[in-house]
C-alpha cells in the first residue's frame, strides 16, 4: 500500500464497491467546511487493477472533495482487481469513520456472505466487525431463501451462483475446516430442526431512529412488500386519525 496524489476524475465510484447503505449529505456537508477551514483528513482508499482506480474507504471524503470541486485526493493505493475491492470496502469504517448504522452492517454481510460464502462465520465476522453469531443468522436465512424455504420476504438482492453452505469452510487462519451443519450430523447430535411459520421473519428496528429504520426495511425487503406495506400503514394511520 503506498499513499498518491490521484486526480478525482481517476477514482470510481460505480463498481459496488460502497460499503454504507447510503451516503449522508449532511456528513459530506460538514466534511466540505472542514476542507474548507483547512482540516486535514486522512487519504482515502483505493483498489487498483493496472488500470481502474476503484474507491473502497471514504466514500464521505471523496464528495466532500467533489463538492469542493478539487481536482486531487490523497490516496492509499493497494493492488488487486474489481472482487478484491468489494471485498475490502466491506471492512471499512469498522474501527474509524462515520459510526456504521444497522442498515450499513446488513449490507456488509449479505454482500460478504455473498462474495465468499466459503468462509467461516467467524472469518466473515472478523473481517465486517460484527458478532459471527449475526453472520450465522444471516446465513441461514439467505440458504433458505435460495432453496425456497417458508421466509419469503427476505432481501431483494440476486442469490449467490455458489451455495451459501459449503461442506467445508474456510477460518480467519486461512485452514478448511467442516460447516457446523455437517459436523453436527458427524455427531450425530445437534440442535431440532427450527420450524418458522410461512412469510415470517424477524428484523431489529431501532424505536428512535427512523430513518435508521428505513434502512433496515430497504434492505431487507422486496419493493413490492414494501410498497404494499405503506399503503396498509397509511390507511391504518387515517382510521386510527379518524376515531
Not at 105 to 114: C, G
Request: positive net charge.
Amino acid at each position: 500500500m503506498n499513499e498518491q496524489l490521484l486526480d478525482m476524475a481517476a477514482l470510481r465510484v460505480d463498481g459496488d464497491t460502497q460499503p454504507r447503505a447510503a451516503i449522508d449529505p449532511s456528513v459530506v456537508a460538514e466534511y466540505s467546511e472542514a476542507l474548507e477551514a483547512g482540516a486535514e483528513f486522512p487519504p482515502v482508499e483505493v483498489v487498483c487493477d493496472g488500470a481502474t482506480y476503484w474507491l473502497v474507504d471514504g466514500f464521505h471524503r471523496f464528495y466532500a472533495h467533489r463538492r469542493l470541486k478539487r481536482t486531487q485526493i490523497r490516496a492509499l493505493v493497494t493492488t488487486g482487481e474489481l472482487q478484491d475491492a468489494r471485498w475490502k470496502s466491506l471492512g471499512a469504517n469498522k474501527t474509524h469513520g462515520l459510526r456504521r448504522t444497522n442498515a450499513d452492517k446488513a449490507k456488509a454481510v449479505r454482500k460478504a456472505l455473498k462474495l465468499h460464502p466459503e468462509f467461516s462465520d467467524r472469518a466473515i465476522a472478523e473481517h465486517v466487525g460484527v458478532n459471527h453469531g449475526t453472520i450465522a443468522r444471516y446465513r441461514e436465512m439467505m440458504e433458505r431463501q435460495r432453496s425456497g424455504g417458508e421466509i419469503r420476504h427476505l432481501p431483494s438482492t440476486q442469490a449467490p451462483a455458489n451455495n451459501c453452505a459449503p461442506q467445508k469452510r474456510i477460518g480467519s487462519d486461512g485452514k478448511r475446516y467442516p460447516s457446523p451443519r455437517r459436523a453436527r450430523r458427524r455427531r450425530g447430535g445437534g440442535r431440532p430442526p427450527r420450524v418458522a411459520r410461512a412469510g415470517v421473519i424477524t428484523i431489529d428496528l431501532p424505536t428512535r431512529e427512523a430513518a435508521t429504520a428505513v434502512g433496515v426495511l430497504i434492505q431487507t425487503f422486496n419493493e413490492s412488500y414494501l410498497r404494499a406495506l405503506v399503503v396498509l400503514l397509511a390507511k391504518h394511520l387515517k382510521m386510527k386519525a379518524d376515531i
